[in-house]
């Protein structure tokens, strides 16, 4: 069992800034092995998308659209991962997902709405 929970979100005017938080927790996850953790995003009316992801040994990758605004970083010791977003436009409002990918297993955090709007 694996668990994400995630925290962080809510109403941010363009230009600004929000960090969204993803803890890992379950008896099912080994910070030993191989994992990756991603962030993805679904606006209204689309398709769910990659923003980026970064693995066990901290290599990123960004969609282009994010690419120089967005910051995905991670502490293995507390299990987290977390998405650091600035310079934010209107474009980039919908609902931010964790992704959790090990050996066999994929899980997904809850789901948090990020809204940007004057």
């Known amino acids: 069992q694996v668990q994400l929970d995630q925290s962080g979100g809510g109403l941010v005017q363009p230009g600004g800034s929000i960090r969204l938080s993803c803890i890992i927790s379950?008896?099912?996850?080994?910070?030993?092995?191989?994992?990756?953790m991603g962030w993805y995003r679904q606006a209204p009316g689309k398709e769910r998308e990659l923003v980026g992801d970064?693995?066990?040994?901290?290599?990123?990758k960004y969609a282009d659209s994010v690419r120089g605004r967005f910051t995905i970083s991670r502490d293995n010791a507390n299990n987290a991962a977390y998405l650091q977003m600035d310079n934010l436009e209107p474009e980039d409002t919908g609902v931010y997902y964790c992704?959790?990918?090990?050996?066999?297993?994929?899980?997904w955090g809850q789901g948090t709405q990020v809204t940007v709007s004057s």
């Open positions: 992704r959790l990918d090990i050996p066999g297993h994929t899980a």
């Open positions: 379950g008896s099912g996850f080994n910070s030993g092995d191989f994992n990756v």
């Open positions: 970064i693995s066990k040994f901290g290599i990123t």
